[in-house]
């Protein structure tokens, strides 16, 4: 066995190198479009690159950190996003009403004189149109009805089209006799007349046409129109096509263009940071969300220092920025840790709290204190240049937070895996009962494990004032930290996977920023999406719980059975 696990680790990190190689690969040919003059002509492309090839290597170390449970990790994300493919066709049971609605005319087309009849509606030479079940009507047009006079012997054609280009509307058109007989019906126009052009506005064969039809008596006649119904199989494949459409662009979208690429990877940055620090304080079984104050503390602290510091170059400016949002994090983390170590509050109201506190005050703060008086709006100045964190991918967001997080994934990994402390953390994470009797202070593991989160939180702040949006502004996170939630969930808590973890949760909502731009639809699609892998997680959780649950109750019945019973025991003390 010895032999056989250094074997297995091997394999697994060549598994792990080829995976981060074909990623690094792929993601790079999407990017520049498969064309190396794309890619030369790209501002920053070994910038891109080098993100590009951490991004393959935050797979290798999903797939080699969490082994078997990376295939599970895979298989939740899929069956969210399978079962958000579901909703989405769902929503797009109503692609074809496209062809039951929107602008369209009828025109009758004859070469007799027309009759002047002020009692019909329309008459030769002549058009009359509307529009079909126009979206919020009180009574919307589902069939138009007109009347015109015509004499026996006059020979008249029927064009019943869409209006314009916009309207997809499927026409068909039926001429009836004065006793409101069927005379002809048409549900469309071969596809000779239409490229032919035989009539000038009839653009599609789904336009409906009666052609050179010859009056029989004297009267009033009807034309009625209306669109076609649309046929089930019609509707299951738009709204399977509209679908398709959409997850091309929810799936490949972040990946199209350069730009896109940088919404993803400079989401991913902070939502990796936020991962990180979530991991952290739930291996010490501290269930804290008090990273939402942290990065705003840590955002109004840095903000405030680049808004100050003017004169000071870079190399000092930006550190003490960052710095600052550091101490910010880990103070306002330590408190919730005082609180549960010392006064025994629930972790997870009293960061709630925490948290509403740190916003009001940011707003505040901003507000009153540092937002220009000739404002239009509630944000302060741009930072000073020396203060902003500079892009290293021209055209873009993703900034020298790159370098940053990668520092902090390795600090975190080695604080966890490589440290007394984190030793400790890990102890009270599985037992906090066995920490106390080997002898470790809980109640300071558990104040530092919040604090050194508040850390890691803070810099996430530090990262959207100076990096993303370069100045303070309102709703500056929009609950972003929660979402780090879901990133260390499913990184199992373990921070070299959170990398991976945080890319892959960025992936999902630039991808639907681009579904909702390219295909129209709602972003709430990915919430669904979102919500699921929660649940997922969840589910999971509860069954790990009952499951050890059913573990302990055994011991604890194999040891009241191995134990002497009372009397024996009292007799074997006397003695």
């Keep these: 066995m010895s032999k056989e696990s250094p074997r297995r680790s091997s394999v697994l990190w060549l598994f792990g190198l080829a995976i981060a190689i074909i990623v690094t690969f792929l993601t790079s040919y999407e990017v520049f479009g498969g064309s190396l003059e794309a890619m030369q002509e790209t501002p920053s492309w070994p910038a891109v690159l080098f993100v590009n090839a951490l991004v393959g290597i935050s797979v290798a170390l999903f797939v080699v950190e969490l082994k078997r449970d990376a295939l599970r990790v895979l298989m939740t994300v899929g069956l969210a996003l399978l079962l958000g493919y579901f909703v989405t066709v769902i929503f797009n049971m109503d692609a074809a009403s496209r062809f039951s609605s929107g602008d369209f005319t009828v025109q009758l087309i004859s070469d007799s004189e027309p009759v002047d009849n002020d009692n019909t509606d329309i008459e030769y030479g002549r058009q009359r149109g509307g529009e079909f079940n126009q979206p919020n009507a009180a009574e919307p047009l589902t069939e138009a009805t ?86 089930f199989s019609t509707t299951m494949s738009e709204a399977l096509n509209q679908t398709n459409v959409a997850y091309e662009a929810f799936l490949l979208g972040p990946l199209s263009r350069v730009n896109r690429w940088g919404v993803w990877i400079q989401d991913a940055l902070t939502l990796i940071l936020l991962g990180v620090a979530f991991a952290i304080v739930f291996r010490a079984e501290q269930f804290s969300l008090g990273a939402e104050g942290q990065l705003y503390f840590g955002a109004l602290v840095s903000g405030a220092i680049g808004l100050w510091l003017t004169d000071l170059p870079p190399i000092i400016v930006l550190p003490m920025a960052v710095g600052g949002s550091m101490v910010a994090g880990f103070l306002w983390g330590l408190l919730p840790g005082a609180l549960k170590a010392y006064l025994g509050a629930n972790e997870l109201v009293s960061t709630l709290m925490l948290n509403t506190i740190a916003i009001k005050f940011y707003e505040l703060t901003l507000t009153y204190q540092l937002k220009p008086d000739d404002a239009g709006y509630i944000a302060s100045d741009y930072v000073a240049d020396a203060a902003q964190m500079a892009p290293i991918v021209e055209g873009t967001q993703v900034t020298v937070a790159v370098f940053m997080v990668v520092i902090v994934v390795l600090a975190a990994w080695l604080l966890v895996r490589r440290t007394p402390l984190g030793y400790e953390i890990r102890i009270i994470g599985s037992n906090i009962r066995f920490a106390d009797y080997g002898g470790i202070n809980t109640k300071r593991t558990i104040m530092l494990a919040m604090a050194i989160s508040g850390i890691v939180a803070g810099m996430a702040g530090a990262h959207l004032a100076l990096g993303i949006h370069r100045r303070l ?69 509860i069954a790990s719980f009952f499951r050890q649950r059913r573990i302990r109750r055994r011991g604890q019945v194999v040891e009241d059975e191995s134990s002497p019973p009372p009397a024996l025991a009292a007799d074997a003390s006397s003695t």
């Design 146 to 231: 007109y009347t015109f006079e015509g004499q026996a012997g006059d020979v008249v054609t029927i064009v019943a089209l869409a209006a314009n280009r916009r309207s997809e509307v499927d026409m068909q058109v039926a001429l009836l006799d004065p006793d409101g007989t069927i005379l002809a019906e048409a549900d469309s126009i071969s596809a000779d007349i239409v490229e032919a052009e035989t009539y000038e506005d009839v653009r599609r064969e789904t336009d409906a046409l009666i052609e050179n039809f010859e009056l029989l008596q004297d009267g009033i006649y009807t034309i009625q129109a209306s669109p076609e119904d649309v046929p």
């Design 473 to 541: 502004i309102t709703n500056i996170s929009f609950a972003l930290a929660f979402e780090g939630v879901v990133v260390a969930l499913l990184a199992r808590n373990n921070v070299l996977v959170s990398p991976f973890t945080g890319l892959l949760y960025a992936y999902l909502r630039a991808g639907a920023q681009f579904m909702e731009r390219d295909a129209n639809v709602s972003f709430e699609v990915v919430r669904i999406i979102q919500s699921v892998i929660i649940l997922l997680i969840t589910a999971e959780a």
